[in-house]
């Protein structure tokens, strides 16, 4: 039987310049990416078209904000609204979005408002310094940096600042949730007729801070206040250090930027400006430390619904005046915050009480309770209803 013949597949030919072939080929080929100096660049152009809108925005806000103050019947109330002030801080953060935290969106609106307001008059604040103490802090979180901020060396000269019309607020610390009272803030209200118009709390943390390593410290600096609210963390951690006191924390932390072996308890803020090393931070004992600065000056502020109002009272130097006292915010359901006790200066017996309480003196109930509370009193003086503000950190 005849073999059939092979049959061979004829050979697919070469595919010719701009065949089907070559087309699919070029299919599969990715195209290159563009240079990363090109995407860079439009980023860039992006960014600098969003900063310029910003920059309008941000001018027509705080133009905005000047004429409304402007227009007010009483611009003077504008230029010091803690409730306005708070109750936009709390409106920025429900509308916040992120990423920027409510701090970041908080400080820039601070600084816009506080330029805004300076157009119309510049504010005099004098503060318990040097600057970047923590009343320095308190003093910026209220008013801004758009405030001429007055530095004194003692609380006295804080009340006297603005006793003489050099200033028109002060900013002193009241009290501590670790140490208490200020004692001398308390003293300086029975002699100035000055009133508390609105108060700052601010979380305080405590940082130890060198410009040597943490083994080297020998000594640290810091204001009593300070060194008490650490005094745990110090005894368990640098039993070989010399606790020294000083008159504030930024006095502390220069000493710790020039002397060799020193350190300072202080704030963050203060470690920036004396270009300072954080050897160990948040060292407080309490971690829900915190302040209360007290806003004096000579005016009072309009009720607001959540208010406190604290009063100066010297009751008789005798068994039950103290208890028949209390009994009137017990019988009006009013709620005693703060009750601190400090006695009198000079011959007299006895002593004058400081009492904070929720409401503003111009409620009935809060006005029935004052006024009878006068009539059992030696000595009773209002220093002030503001609104209640929350911690800040």
């Not at 007010?72 to 916040?96: C, M, V």
């Not at 009137?328 to 703060?338: E, P």
Request: glycine fraction near 6%; aromatic fraction near 6%; charged fraction near 25%.
């Amino acid at each position: 039987m005849a073999k059939k013949p092979l049959t061979r597949k004829p050979e697919r030919p070469e595919p010719k310049t701009g065949s089907r072939g070559s087309n699919q080929a070029s299919a599969n080929h990715k195209p290159a990416k563009p240079p990363a100096r090109a995407v860079t660049s439009g980023m860039e152009a992006e960014i600098q078209r969003i900063d310029k809108e910003l920059i309008k925005l941000l001018n027509k806000r705080a133009a905005a904000t000047t004429k409304l103050i402007e227009a007010r019947p009483n611009p003077q109330e504008a230029l010091f609204d803690p409730h306005a002030d708070d109750n936009l801080w709390r409106w920025l953060e429900s509308e916040n979005q992120g990423p920027l935290p409510p701090s970041s969106v908080r400080g820039i609106f601070k600084e816009l408002v506080s330029a805004a307001r300076r157009k119309v008059k510049t504010v005099r604040v004098a503060y318990l310094g040097p600057p970047f103490s923590f009343t320095h802090l308190a003093a910026i979180e209220r008013f801004g940096t758009w405030v001429d901020l007055i530095p004194v060396s003692t609380i006295a000269a804080v009340f006297e600042e603005v006793n003489r019309g050099n200033a028109n607020y002060g900013l002193v610390p009241i009290e501590n949730s670790t140490d208490g009272r200020v004692i001398d803030t308390l003293s300086e209200f029975q002699k100035l007729p000055l009133r508390i118009c609105g108060e700052v709390q601010l979380a305080i943390h405590q940082n130890l801070m060198s410009r040597c390593p943490r083994g080297e410290i020998t000594e640290i600096y810091s204001k009593p206040q300070a060194l008490s609210q650490c005094r745990d963390w110090l005894a368990r951690n640098m039993p070989q250090a010399r606790q020294i006191e000083v008159t504030s924390t930024s006095t502390a932390a220069q000493l710790a930027r020039d002397k060799p072996g020193a350190a300072a308890i202080a704030s963050r803020q203060a470690a920036v400006e004396y270009g300072l090393q954080i050897v160990a931070e948040a060292i407080q004992d309490n971690a829900n430390n915190v302040t209360r600065f007290a806003v004096i000056g000579d005016e009072t502020s309009k009720s607001t619904g959540d208010d406190r109002t604290s009063v100066l009272l010297q009751i008789p130097h005798e068994p039950g005046s103290l208890a028949d006292a209390l009994q009137l915010f017990k019988k009006s359901k009013i709620n005693l915050t703060w009750i601190e006790s400090f006695p009198l200066r000079g011959p007299e017996t006895g002593y004058l009480f400081f009492l904070d309480f929720e409401g503003h003196m111009s409620e009935a109930r809060v006005k029935r309770t004052l006024e009878e509370l006068e009539k059992g009193a030696v000595r009773m003086e209002v220093l002030g209803s503001y609104p209640r503000s929350e911690p800040v950190d």
